[in-house]
């Protein structure tokens, strides 16, 4: 998977479900992805936060975008922290996390892939997920390659018997093709995970610090449970 920012909780799930997780860090950046930004909730609203990128484009690899230093890194860092401060203060787990977030947000790096990763790694640690992580880049050699070709590509490098995506990539990938390669093809289908957000209605799917906010650690690990794998 390309390195999202403090993605939803499906994210999670799927690393959850595999021995060893791939960051898809050298194919093209994702312009209005979720490489750079997420949702958190504002006033009982889904609202995104960004990290600013210098020239995005579709023909960069991921590890090649850069965050836009030009705007003064402790301006949006500052900002960003506040905007979290402001959103999530009253929240019951809010002293356990927000740490977290001032020191992903806080890495000096150049590169949004490193404080995607970063992000990712963080909340994994915290929850404990054992999962082995592995960037694309500096691994398999094969960059030369395209889509499904690409993925069994490292699935035989990797010598894995099951690969496992999120369920969107049913569009992408043939059961056929890896059975043929002696790898089983499997797709993670996470469940609704429904908690209480401050008084109003629930709003599903955004950062995983929105859940980790309002949740217990022993409640989020026993989410990361909760999905389909077919």
């Known amino acids: 998977m390309q390195p999202y920012l403090f993605p939803y909780i499906g994210y999670f799930q799927l690393i959850h479900a595999v021995n060893r997780f791939v960051v898809y860090d050298d194919v093209a950046y994702i312009k209005q992805g979720w490489i750079n930004r997420n949702r958190l909730l504002i006033n009982g609203e889904p609202s995104f936060f960004t990290v600013p990128i210098k020239h ?50 806080g890495l000096q790096t150049t590169r949004i892939a490193d404080l995607a990763v970063a992000s990712v790694k963080a909340v994994s640690s915290l929850l404990e997920i054992r999962t082995t992580f592995v960037d694309s880049s500096s691994t398999y050699g094969n ?41 089983r093809l499997s797709f993670v289908h996470p469940q609704s995970v429904e908690y209480r957000q401050f008084s109003g209605p629930f709003v599903p799917w955004l950062s995983i610090l929105d859940v980790l906010m309002f949740n217990p650690l022993e409640t989020v690990r026993r989410h990361l449970e909760t999905y389909e794998l077919a």
């Open 56 to 105: 995005a484009s579709s023909f960069a690899l991921i590890r090649d975008t850069l965050i836009d230093d030009d705007r003064q890194h402790a301006r949006w860092v500052e900002k960003l922290l506040k905007t979290f401060d402001n959103a999530y203060r009253r929240a019951p787990e809010f002293s356990r996390v927000f740490p977290i977030v001032e020191r992903v947000f």
């Open 143 to 183: 960059a030369h390659l395209n889509g499904e070709e690409r993925v069994l590509s490292i699935c035989e490098a990797e010598r894995a018997t099951q690969y496992i995506n999120v369920s969107g990539g049913r569009e992408l990938y043939s059961r056929e093709r890896f059975e043929a390669r002696g790898i």
